[in-house]
């Protein structure tokens, strides 16, 4: 029973990291058809923030997160409107592109810090656990999965309750027909791009207590989270949620079953049949086009 | 001999019923026109009859082999040919080369394996010339005008020679003068081709039609001669009531 | 396709000179460059098998590195098995230390060259052929592929990293035998190996042409196009793709067992992401419309890589990034497309005073006035 309980709990953590890594390439990917492979650069980015402000100026992991947000979400927009906007609805383009991106990234940082491993302290009242039905639950852990549940809110709020949110649905739908409404689809765009970059920092920066940060961390990340965001639905903010949330909890299980490398082999031969048989994803949006 | 059936063709999308229960008999060599306001399943037939849409029940029957369940590949081999609304043609290829994808007798990948050329005479001379595309073989596709369009995909269909071609709105954006190139082209063609054709321009459909078959609500209201229909109580209330006194422009 | 079939011929002799002969010439035929330079042309090789899916039938195959890889394996095996020759049971020492008992089955067959040989090619063709049925079948495109490719390619490393006892692990398969052919030990560091893998490039590229410029090829570019609307004419859709998706994969084997014989060893890393997307964009700087501009794109760009990386270390890097970004966006059709635009220009110029001659465009010309040709 505790190690069923364990294994559900790890499995929600890793389901909230891929989440929040998944959620901004989401909405990238539902609003402009741009397959962001530099989005794991963007988490990177996030990491080396977080990691940066403790070492540099001592500040708190939390203080960090909303500073790495906006920093790195200003990065986003250069590239969006240097590179990205012209890209817009060519998906193997972009693919090709942003991989470019990374790679231009990856090595700006490793040029200004190192190939060394970083290392992030967690807050220090999060610093430790507590047993739950006989589980061990890490606190920290806990504050991830809540954190994430709370970005999935907001965004799901900013996308459905807020007037951003409204033009960016109509510029999806039709952008000809926006423009006559004096929407700025150019606009609606770029703020777009920049939202899910900063939501990529915002992981990276939560998961460096968890992981080494090395220039090269945000290849795994982006690989993990673009099945996410296939498997979800492309452009489902829900879906992705669900998706996550399966793939997580898939992960966990399988490498408490067998191992972590067979567990990481069934799900892409899972994903694999997924995309096979339900290309549209398991929760299309189909108010989309 | 009956060159194309339809026997209690339906099919559903979600609650909606587009075709109901169509039943069609269409002789050897026909020029069948297709009529009925829109939204009354035209286009949907078509589709059903070419495999891009699976009927929800009913058989497609070519001469007296039952179609429905093919592929649309194995029914355009079967020889089902279909002109869409909007003209479809290879965007990126020659007006040649389209005409080469066009001939598909031998569509087999070991067959167009050993094909290199396309011969500009005999069969394919003959069709350039009757779509009046003769001197523009070397030209892209997305270079022609929208009713050179129109005569290329027709032209592609006549080089594949099939035994049923379904035509959806032929005219559809030509000029008058080539609106009556078409029915003179059309008119040629009858007898050896049977033909389907949907279409709103009566001028058109006077000009060219031996049989005309009304549709309404997914269903087949009437069917006869064009004066027949045009005088027909029925016809002209469905589309009194749907889309104005077109039927009479 | 007669007009496109003169260009492909000069196009190809062209390269064909660069490489038996200005290549080798470049270099004073040192052995050591030669060796890096064999190493060029088996990746123009894969850059070319990108380009044959994604250029003429729009089929963007993220994992072509997987059958590369195959191939490199298939090759690591064989030459592993005759370096163990003299070990007891013949087992490779990775299997001895990971207390393998007997060598698994699936080794028995490489034992033999020729079996190795043909396997290097068809291995990779089946497993293609298999995943092609699969996708096309279910009418997968584009973005769909990309995924499915990248995520197979993914697993079968994972799995390969795994499996020590087989597989040699993360190390690979390293300390391998000279590969024997009629006799011949093969001297990776020689003119007539770098011959060998400028041959297997013409080759390999000469049947590419073939199958580009024949009617199946026709048949793909239009399916590119529109893919629904080649269905209607009768063609069956997803088996032209499975063909050229294997076809591709015939040609990433064989550029995997030349790239083992020039590094002596396979490497889980050369199913890797990073390098299979670089493979797609070689075929991009290159041009992915043409096979040989690809596979240009390919020895040019490692080429480059060779001299410039020892010049800037971590920059080179960063400068293929900007190079990449810089393709996308300003020549999407690579450097094939620059030529191309370049000749199309040239032929509109006199193509419209052809056409000023013959007047109005409304007249139908006589017969035979256009080129003839013949079928079979």
């Known amino acids: 029973m505790e190690s069923l309980f364990n294994e559900a709990f790890i499995g929600l953590s890793l389901a909230s990291i891929l989440l929040m890594v998944a959620l901004g390439l989401a909405i990238i990917y539902g609003t402009m058809g741009v397959i962001n492979l530099a989005h794991g650069q963007f988490v990177m980015l996030g990491a080396y923030g977080a990691w940066l402000l403790q070492t540099t100026f001592g500040l708190s992991l939390l203080v960090a997160i909303p500073v790495v947000f906006v920093v790195v979400a200003l990065i986003g927009l250069g590239i969006e409107r240097t590179i990205v906007h012209r890209l817009y609805r060519r998906p193997l383009d972009t693919i090709l592109a942003t991989w470019g991106i990374g790679i231009v990234i990856e090595q700006l940082v490793r040029a200004g810090f190192g190939s060394d491993s970083r290392y992030v302290a967690r807050p220090a009242f999060l610093e430790d656990g507590f047993l739950f039905l006989g589980a061990y639950v890490s606190s920290y852990r806990l504050f991830i999965i809540l954190f994430s549940l709370a970005m999935l809110a907001a965004t799901w709020y900013l996308l459905f309750r807020t007037e951003f949110g409204t033009k960016l649905r109509a510029v999806i739908q039709n952008t000809e027909i926006s423009r006559c409404y004096g929407i700025s689809a150019k606009r609606v765009y770029a703020l777009t791009f920049a939202y899910g970059a900063g939501l990529a920092a915002v992981a990276g920066a939560l998961v460096t207590p968890l992981v080494s940060v090395t220039p090269t961390m945000g290849t795994s990340f982006v690989v993990d989270a673009f099945l996410v965001v296939i498997v979800g639905g492309v452009g489902s903010v829900l879906g992705s949620a669900a998706s996550a949330l399966m793939i997580g909890e898939a992960s966990a299980w399988l490498s408490f079953l067998s191992s972590e490398t067979t567990g990481r082999i069934l799900i892409l031969l899972g994903v694999i049949v997924l995309i096979r048989f339900r290309p549209q994803g398991l929760f299309p949006d189909t108010v989309r086009r | ?249 | 396709m007669n007009k496109g079939f003169t260009v492909d011929c000069i196009g190809y002799a062209l390269f064909a000179a660069f490489v038996l002969l200005l290549m080798p010439w470049m270099v004073d035929f040192s052995g050591y460059e030669l060796n890096s330079y064999a190493r060029y042309l088996a990746l123009g090789v894969v850059a070319a098998a990108v380009a044959l899916s994604w250029g003429t039938a729009g089929i963007l195959n993220l994992g072509q590195a997987l059958t590369f890889g195959i191939g490199s394996y298939v090759m690591a095996m064989h030459l592993k098995l005759k370096a163990s020759a003299s070990q007891p049971g013949g087992m490779p020492d990775f299997m001895v230390w990971t207390n393998v008992e007997s060598l698994p089955w699936f080794w028995e067959p490489f034992r033999s060259l020729p079996l190795t040989l043909a396997a290097g090619v068809l291995v990779p063709v089946i497993v293609a052929g298999l995943l092609g049925m699969f996708m096309f079948r279910g009418r997968i495109t584009g973005v769909f592929v990309a995924i499915i490719t990248l995520s197979l390619m993914l697993a079968v490393q994972l799995w390969i990293i795994n499996e020590q006892g087989w597989t040699g692990g993360e190390n690979g398969i390293t300390s391998l035998a000279p590969l024997e052919l009629f006799g011949w030990s093969v001297d990776t560091y020689s003119l007539p190996f770098y011959y060998l893998a400028a041959g297997c490039l013409l080759a390999v590229l000469a049947l590419g042409l073939v199958l580009i410029r024949s009617k199946a090829g026709l048949v793909l570019r239009a399916i590119k196009d529109d893919a629904a609307r080649v269905r209607f004419f009768g063609y069956d859709v997803a088996r032209y793709e499975t063909i050229v998706f294997s076809a591709s994969a015939a040609m990433a084997g064989v550029a995997g067992m030349l790239y083992c014989l020039v590094l002596e060893f396979a490497s889980p890393t050369y199913m890797g992401l990073s390098l299979s997307l670089a493979m797609v964009i070689w075929a991009a700087v290159g041009g992915r419309e043409s096979i040989v501009a690809a596979a240009l794109g390919g020895i040019g760009v490692n080429m480059a890589e060779g001299r410039l990386s020892d010049l800037f270390f971590d920059q080179w890097t960063l400068m293929l990034g900007v190079i990449f970004i810089a393709v996308v966006l300003f020549l999407p059709r690579g450097l094939y497309g620059l030529l191309d635009g370049a000749r199309e220009m040239l032929s509109a110029r006199t193509g419209a005073v052809r056409e000023n001659a013959a007047g109005a465009g409304k007249v139908v010309p006589p017969t035979g006035v256009a080129s003839e040709g013949k079928t079979d």
């Open chain 2, 1 to 249: 001999m009956a060159a194309l059936i339809l026997e209690g063709l339906t099919v559903r999308f979600g609650g909606l019923v587009a075709v109901d229960g169509l039943d069609l008999h269409v002789r050897d060599g026909e020029l069948r026109c297709l009529l009925g306001p829109n939204g009354a399943g035209k286009s949907t037939t078509l589709d059903l009859i070419c495999g891009k849409t699976q009927p929800t029940s009913g058989r497609v029957l070519l001469g007296d082999r039952d179609i429905t369940g093919l592929p649309e590949y194995q029914r355009a081999r079967a020889g089902v040919g279909r002109k869409f609304q909007t003209p479809t043609v290879f965007r990126s290829l020659t007006v040649l080369e389209n005409l080469e994808i066009g001939r598909s007798a031998r569509p087999g990948v070991l067959d167009t394996l050993r094909v290199f050329r396309t011969p500009v005479r005999g069969r394919v001379q003959d069709v350039l010339e009757m779509v009046g595309l003769a001197d523009a073989i070397h030209t892209r596709a997305d270079n022609l005008s929208h009713g050179q369009t129109q005569w290329l995909e027709i032209a592609m269909l006549l080089m594949q020679d099939c035994k049923v071609i379904l035509m959806d709105e032929p005219t559809a954006g030509m000029t008058v003068q080539e609106t009556a190139q078409t029915a003179a082209l059309f008119r040629q063609l009858r007898g050896d081709h049977t033909m389907i054709v949907v279409e709103h321009d009566m001028t058109f459909v006077r000009d060219i039609a031996e049989t005309v078959t009304v549709m309404d609500m997914g269903s087949l209201l009437a069917e006869g001669s064009i004066r027949e229909i045009e005088s027909d109580p029925a016809v002209r209330e469905a589309y009194l009531a749907d889309t104005g006194d077109e039927a009479h422009a």
